[in-house]
């Protein structure tokens, strides 16, 4: 409550815990690539300040749903470890982490930033399935934008492996090919606290907030994912103001993707 | 089939490459890195903090906590399923054996000090490379050691003994069998030991002493490690 008290004044005299702007995200912002490429098809560990997320894809064959027998398939896993922070707990997932992990999903999955159909192998028997799984390795705020970059980068970074005659994976050889994408889509949470709106919270912002607003875009402005969080209302009036602001920053962090 | 040569050219004492790194995760009380060839290891202690249920506390000294855990895409072929499984489990406890022989918790009577390790690539000697960051990661949160623990396999590969075996090696169709141990190399005293496969006596002997002398390398490069962070702060 005294943090809420701290950190409400601070916003009314438009600064921050860090010395920040409401709008502005940590500085260094960094994405290095390939950091388990000798056991992931493709990998990458996000910086946003002392936040550090690393994500990995792994990709294996299985067979199609029976209603979308011309599609691969997409999984993506959050895994809030207990090593990345001291509220984070062991045990099965909370739902802070089941959250996380939808919320990424559905960024990636519902503008089909992946051809589906380029992961048929051959129709109602093999598919390619894609399986993201994103891990905090220092959890200090923010981590719905840094887990979205980090499973982008992860994906971006992705070769296949080579088939062998049978047609099974051979994880040792990999092939040039990067995944089929068609889309980036990129993730900016704005929060809000009181009558302000601020983007990249650091923990104790992010529990003094009263709401927040996860808004995916993709490169020509559409928005294709969105998801309000925390028990407070929001109006029209904040939607609007949320996704102008959302907007401009996620180009902030498109910009580092390579 | 006789193995003459190791596949990678290292001489049969020669460990892989290393890096070990001191205060890698901010938001625990101590935190390291340890890289060994492809095999990235992260540990990071929590704790000195309330145990309960309280059955568990000892009145006498702090318990010690270690999960082992290999992240999903970290393994050699499929995606590793999340979550503990008994291979996880038997890891987390050696490893715990391991460390604790060093470590004095007398000062923190029923309470418990957590150690998580967390794999993101692999390349076998995985709970050697998570006992070193892991000991260094003691180091770093300031606990009371004996010695740090350093931790490496010896191996017999087609019948030549050799020290750290990746997994090229232990996968060897001309048989091969890993040691992994750890010791405190001041007073050479093993808190770990295993073994897979099947060795004569005197290879066991010779497999064992190419580990020790490994961790005697890695001992280096541990203290290296916290003098690089420690050296630094006392400067300032």
Redesign the interface.
Known sequence: MIKKDYIKSLLDKGTRIDGRKPDQYRDPISIEYG??????EG?ARVKIG?TEV?A???L?LGTPYSDRPDEGTIMV?V?L??????LFE?GPPSIDSIELARVTDRGIRECHAIDFKKLCIKKGEKIWMV?V?I?P????GNLFDACALAAMAAIKDARFPKLDEDNN?D?KNRTDDPLPLSKTPISCTVWKLGDKYLIDPLVDEEHAADARVTIVFIENGQICAMQKGKDSEITGKDLKAMVELAEIKQQELRKQLK | MKYTERFDGRKPEELREMDAKVGVVKNAVGSAMFKIGKTVAIAAVYGPKDLFPKHLQNPKKGVLRCNYNMVAFSGAGDRVRPGPSRRSKEISMVTKNALEPALDLSPFPKTVVDVFVELIQTDAGTRCAGICAASLALADAGFKMKDLVCAVSGGVVGGMPVADVDYAEESFEGGSVDIPVAMMPRNGEITLLQLDGEVSKEDLLKAVDLAKKGCQDIYELQRKALREKYAKEETK
Request: charged content about 25%; aromatic content about 10%.
């Open positions: 950091v388990s490429a000798k056991s992931a990998s002392d690393i990995g894809v792994k294996d896993n895994e470890l207990p090593l990345s922070s001291p062991s399986f799984d891990y390795i220092n959890a200090d994976v994880y």
